[in-house]
């Protein structure tokens, strides 16, 4: 797969990821338009909405999310890794979600319009803010 057979648009909100203990209920608070949940022997990891995570959680804020649009097929290679050395090569660093239909690649907000562009200029198709498919 090509980059310029790939779209992805931006989430609208800012997100969070947040650690809890790994003995932790799974967090009712836990909402937004990506919510992601990761129990280990070592942590509960929570992505989800900015403002819906509690005061006092450790946490990474101000992250943007880029969806995939579309379904991929499940045995695709190197997509994730495609978009992860265009960003790496601009020095953005990533946190990345796989879910059985796409991928999402989470940069810090202030990172988000200069990741824009280095994907563009690598062929990625970037929906404007606010526009999803």
């Known amino acids: 797969m090509q980059p310029s057979d790939l779209t992805l648009s931006i989430l609208p ?3 969070a990821v947040c650690q809890l203990p790994p003995e932790a209920p799974l967090p009712s608070w836990a909402s937004g338009s990506l919510v992601a949940l990761v129990r280990t022997a070592e942590e509960l990891s ?4 900015e403002a819906a995570v509690p005061l006092g959680l450790p946490r990474e804020g101000d992250l943007r999310a880029l969806k995939i649009e579309g379904a991929l097929e499940f045995g ?3 997509v994730l890794a495609g978009i992860s ?5 601009v020095g953005i660093t990533i ?6 239909n796409t991928d999402y690649i989470l940069v810090r907000g202030a990172s988000l319009e200069r990741a824009c562009r280095a994907l563009r ?3 990625y198709h970037i929906l404007p803010e606010g526009e999803l498919q």
């Open 85 to 89: 050395t265009a960003l790496a090569a």
């Open 121 to 123: 200029l690598e062929g």
């Open 13 to 15: 909100e800012p997100l």
């Open 76 to 78: 695709l290679t190197g």
């Open 95 to 100: 946190f990345a979600i796989s879910t059985y």
């Open 46 to 49: 929570v992505v989800c909405a």
